[in-house]
């Protein structure tokens, strides 16, 4: 955390809900985990919050994509730009259900 400023957490609910849209929307096995973070960065020419989105499967190397956004300013084709990211084909349609702003 920065001396003076305050971080807001994120909402854990709106992560649960992109973890579920990706899930379904990839029709993943049970055994697969899909982990989002969101994260400051400090380093030089960084967006001040970035979204990582890591992909774990059993006896495969993990995948990672990262979305210069807060987690509340993630967006139907940012998930959609993940996916294609690790390199998912996408059917169309896949994220018509994720809202843009929270429930």
Known sequence: MLIGKKSKKPSLDRIRQIKRVIRE???LEDDVTVTVTELTCL???CAPIE???GLLRPNAPQLQHKIHKATNGIEAEDLAAVCAGWGFPIRLGAFDAFTSKEN
Do not use: H, I, P, S
Request: charged share 45%; aromatic share 12%.
């Open 25 to 27: 929307a990839l029709e």
């Open 43 to 45: 380093e030089e020419d």
């Open 51 to 53: 979204t990582v989105f």
